[in-house]
């Protein structure tokens, strides 16, 4: 199903739409739900006191006192506020909200907890912000066999199962958010995956080859639940290897800028599909694939360390921070990188090479594997004059 771009609906929209209707057996949670549970973990909490429980509505109406720039995208103040008149979400309970940041240590977690009808729990996990220990340790998936927020988000999972022993579990999360909730789900023990209904993914990226061979494998029954959704020009769900169905929807952005939910069109209680992935995902994709297939974990290391000592040393704290300053701060950025040490400075720039090199040879392939191979005019002409006199 696909809407046009002139008929712009997002999840907003199907909450106005929607908004009126009870979570029951005759409505029951649909893939937009989960999108706006997604969410709710990215809301600034830590910026409000909370009660052990909340109602969505009384969480919701702190959370509108809490100043803009909090707020990762813009998006989540509009829904914060069309959740509190919200029938379908806003007598829903809350509780045990966590976050965690810890730059020494490379660590940026958070997760919210849904209390849903008929017995049922949502475990959403909060995904990148804008911090740079966030990215930080994103890029760290390219050479760790785990993260730290993935570590968290098992105990979290487990707690939760533990806490709650009779309900079934539905767990959710966008960006990393969505691979550190497949991560706990598949690495939890049997007793409670056969209590988890769902895991939905929305476009976070996979796992290190290693940890698919394992983890998946040994979780085959898991996988059957695991969904995940990326854009037509998906990057971030493209990155390393994953596995479970995958369902492209359209986004009304371009590039990077359809990471933002916001910009997922949806159309009743679905997310609209796209008509294929775009061949930009598809090259950068196979870039990806050819620069891990041709770097060890040691280079990779290497290089995602460098790079992050250098922001830091220049005083950058967020990547809205590096948007806005890196101008003014060019030179610091210059002075750091000379102060690299030169094997690593070696491969710094032999890692971004190589990247532009295998892009444009993944760009090129592509190209020509999809270019339709046509007759040449004038054979055509000749079969034709043939066929003719005969």
């Keep these: 199903m696909r809407i046009s771009k002139t008929f712009e609906n997002d999840m907003i929209d199907y909450l106005k739409w929607r908004g009126d209707v009870k979570i029951s057996p005759d409505n029951p949670v649909n893939e937009v739900d989960y999108l706006i549970m997604a969410r709710l973990s990215y809301f600034p909490y830590h910026q409000i006191t909370l009660a052990p429980r909340e109602s969505i509505k009384s969480f919701c109406k702190k959370m509108s006192e809490v100043r803009r720039n ?17 029938t379908r979400f806003n007598k829903l309970i809350v509780s045990d909200c966590v976050t965690r940041n810890d730059r020494a240590t490379e660590k940026q977690f958070g997760a919210i907890t849904i209390h849903l009808p008929n017995n049922e729990l949502c475990v959403s996990y909060l995904g990148t912000d804008a911090s740079l220990v966030g990215w930080k340790e994103d890029f ?22 533990k806490k709650y022993p009779t309900h079934k579990l539905r767990v959710c999360g966008h960006s990393k958010g969505g691979n550190i909730a497949v991560f706990a789900a598949l690495s939890i023990s049997t007793q409670v995956q056969k209590r988890i209904i769902d895991v939905i993914n929305f476009d976070g990226p996979g796992f290190i080859p290693d940890f698919v061979k394992v983890k998946f494998h040994r979780s085959a029954e898991m996988l059957q639940k695991v969904h995940n959704y990326i854009p037509q020009d998906s990057m971030f769900g493209r990155l390393l290897e994953q596995d479970g169905d995958r369902t492209v929807v359209f986004s009304r952005e371009n590039g990077l800028y359809q990471h933002d939910v916001y910009s ?31 770097r060890d974990l040691k280079d990779r290391k ?38 690299v040490k030169p094997e690593d400075r070696d491969v710094l720039t032999g890692v971004v090479k190589q990247i532009a ?4 040879d993944s760009r090129r392939r592509y190209t020509k594997e999809q270019k339709p191979t046509k007759t040449p005019l004038r054979r055509r002409i000749r079969r034709k004059r043939r066929t003719t006199k005969k």
């Design 70 to 86: 909090y707020y990762n995208i813009y998006g989540d103040t509009r829904l914060v506020k069309e959740l509190i008149n919200s």
């Design 140 to 161: 760290n998936m390219t050479f760790m066999p785990t993260i730290p927020s993935q570590e968290l988000a098992l105990e979290y999972l487990e707690r939760i199962a």
């Design 264 to 294: 997922w069109q949806v159309c009743g209680p679905i997310i609209t599909r796209a008509e294929k992935i775009a061949d930009s995902s598809e090259i950068f994709n196979q870039t990806i694939i050819d620069f891990l297939k041709n």
């Design 302 to 339: 290497t290089f995602v360390d460098t790079v992050y000592d250098i922001l830091c040393s220049t005083d950058f704290d967020s990547m809205d921070d590096i948007r806005d300053s890196w101008l003014r701060k060019l030179p610091n950025l210059v002075k750091s990188y000379r102060q």
């Design 357 to 360: 090199g295998l892009y444009i």
